[in-house]
T-cell receptor, first 114, second 115 residues
Framework: DTEVTQTPKHLVMGMTNKKSLKCEQH?????MYWYKQKAKKPPELMFV???????INESVPSRFSPECPNSSLLNLHLHALQPEDSALYLC?????????????FGPGTRLTVL | AQKVTQAQTEISVVEKEDVTLDCVYE???????LFWYKQPPSGELVFLIR??????QNEISGRYSWNFQKSTSSFNFTITASQVVDSAVYFC????????????FGKGTLLTVNP
């Protein structure tokens, strides 16, 4: 199984809503990532979890709250978002270790904030 | 600081043409890694290749080939006999050696293959 899955595929939410994005992988990867991608731009790293611990937070606003319940799951909790947060949110995973490994990406969640 | 430049914003070709996507990188590290990803309209980034800085061997995979030249800091990607299914945005990315997780992406090249 070389797949990263993400749910939902599409999400529309108001600025006062609370929602969560989910990501799952069963490749035994111990590093998991959240990226944000605006139209016609490259992905921007938001968070990295390594062995279920938050390793990198790229100065992301607190209205985005990541969670890694176990080695296969990664969530992104959303609260009080702004319209400018509308984007494609991509999850990725990779192996850990001394050797650098490529990141495998999920299909993304297209988020629209009204 | 690291930087990846994909000077071609958009390329349009007719099916069966060969096309080369350029990637130029900047880094002061001696150990680094280069990647190419494909992003079709569906949105998922598909990993194509990883190349280590100490391995300048070029690679061919079917219709895809990559030319890595450290002397010019370039890692170009050629699609031979392009097909409509090759239409996508292609990203070149650079990663430092060590435990750093961050990928530095180029801005991407939109390739359109017309029938």
């Amino acid at each position: 199984d070389t797949e990263v899955t993400q749910t939902p595929k599409h999400l529309v939410m108001g600025m006062t809503n609370k929602k969560s994005l989910k990501c799952e992988q069963h490749m035994g990867h111990r590093a998991m990532y959240w990226y944000k991608q605006k139209a016609k731009k490259p992905p921007e790293l938001m968070f990295v979890y390594s062995y279920e611990k938050l390793s990198i937070n790229e100065s992301v606003p607190s209205r985005f709250s990541p969670e890694c319940p176990n080695s296969s799951l990664l969530n992104l909790h959303l609260h009080a978002l702004q319209p400018e947060d509308s984007a494609l949110y991509l999850c990725a995973s990779s192996q850990e270790g001394q050797i650098v490994h490529e990141q495998f990406f999920g299909p993304g969640t297209r988020l629209t904030v009204l | 600081a690291q930087k990846v430049t994909q000077a071609q914003t958009e390329i349009s070709v007719v099916e069966k043409e060969d096309v080369t996507l350029d990637c130029v990188y900047e880094t002061r590290d001696t150990t680094y890694y280069l990647f190419w990803y494909k992003q079709p309209p569906s949105g998922e980034l598909v990993f194509l290749i990883r190349r280590n800085s100490f391995d300048e061997q070029n690679e061919i995979s079917g219709r895809y080939s990559w030319n890595f030249q450290k002397s010019t800091s370039s890692f170009n990607f050629t699609i031979t006999a392009s097909q409509v299914v090759d239409s996508a945005v292609y990203f070149c990315a650079l990663k430092r050696g060590g435990s750093n997780y961050k990928l530095t992406f180029g801005k991407g090249t939109l390739l359109t293959v017309n029938p």
